[in-house]
């Protein structure tokens, strides 16, 4: 059985997983509005992939007959300035997140809670993906500055994300 402290380490990620599932979602929607249709689409599939992260702790807290305890989820900043801008957010959510994550594996691992823990690991190796790539897309915009050209080409190239199964809650 899961320390309380763990369960409620676990509700908060999944709580935590949720808020960033939705804050993509309204990054989605303003770069749709901004015309940049490949950065929207982009983040439709981050927010999807956050959903799944959260899935995937529900799912753990279940199968360890945890108590799931639903929080609720703040609303998301919705005015953005430019596709910079989204991207520099996006990318400073993922840092929280990945401190979040980290707090997580620290509760876990103190409670001596190993199957928390391995799952926790899962977590501190997709935010190394999860920071590099939105890194490198701000990296990228940041280069390009305003040149449209430029900025069509890497929008054209964030519509071609494909969804990723390493994402999945399985
Ligand atoms: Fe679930 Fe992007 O961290």
């Not at 402290?5 to 960033?20: K, M």
């Not at 990945?98 to 509760?107: A, G």
């Not at 899962?122 to 701000?138: D, G, I, P, Y």
């Amino acid at each position: 059985m899961l320390s309380q402290a763990v369960q409620d380490a676990i509700n908060a990620q999944i709580n935590a997983e949720l808020h960033a599932s939705y804050s993509y979602l309204a990054m989605s929607a303003h770069c749709d509005h901004m015309n940049f249709t490949g950065a929207a689409h982009w983040f439709r599939l981050q927010s999807q992939e956050e959903y799944a992260h959260a899935m995937r702790l529900f799912d753990f807290l279940l199968a360890r007959h945890g108590k799931v305890e639903l929080r609720a989820v703040a609303q998301p900043r919705a005015e953005f300035g430019s596709i910079v801008d989204v991207f520099q957010r996006a990318y400073d959510q993922e840092r929280e997140v990945t401190q979040q994550i980290n707090r997580l594996y620290e509760t876990a691992f103190k409670e001596k809670a190993f199957d928390a823990v391995i799952q926790a690991e899962w977590f501190v190796n997709e935010q190394v993906e999860e920071e590099k790539s939105t890194r490198e897309v701000l990296a990228r915009l940041t280069m390009v500055k305003d040149d449209p050209a430029s900025l069509l080409d890497i929008d054209r190239e964030l519509g071609a994300r494909g969804p990723e199964a390493e994402g999945a809650a399985t």
